[in-house]
């Protein structure tokens, strides 16, 4: 089991920038593949992006694709999204997720969870 805390959420006026950070412990990071969901009010947990345990391959929900960004550093134990453009419709609680396999866009495949942070954007 791994244990994840997110931070960097917060309330952007549209077009604007946040940064999430997920922090690891727990476990080797570099063998955890890790994704990006949101959950917006009412709505499914989302898949936003997720990279491989090296770092090499990264996945993108189309409607962030060229917007946001996907990082991870294994020395450190932490994996980032970048949110560059943000629109209304990004307003979610965004949650970092581990599995000790190949990155899925399947919430449901992932095994650990941090407790979320909120990501408001204003029009």
């Known amino acids: 089991q791994v244990q994840l805390v997110e931070s960097g959420g917060g309330l952007v006026q549209a077009g604007g920038s946040l940064r999430l950070s997920c922090a690891a412990s727990?476990?080797?990071?570099?063998?955890?593949?890790m994704g990006w969901f949101c959950q917006a009010p009412g709505k499914e947990r989302e898949f936003v992006a997720g990279?491989?345990?090296?770092?090499?391959?990264?996945y993108y929900a189309v409607s962030v694709k060229g917007r946001f960004t996907i990082s991870r550093d294994n020395a450190k134990n932490t994996v980032f999204l970048q949110m560059n453009n943000l629109k209304p419709e990004d307003t979610a609680v965004y949650y970092c997720?581990?599995?000790?396999?190949?990155?899925?866009?399947?919430?449901?495949?992932?095994?650990?969870w941090g407790q979320g942070t909120q990501v408001t954007v204003s029009s």
């Open positions: 997720a581990a599995r000790g396999a190949m990155v899925s866009d399947n919430p449901t495949e992932y095994n650990s």
């Open positions: 990279i491989s345990g090296n770092g090499g391959r990264m």
């Open positions: 727990g476990r080797t990071f570099s063998s955890l593949a």
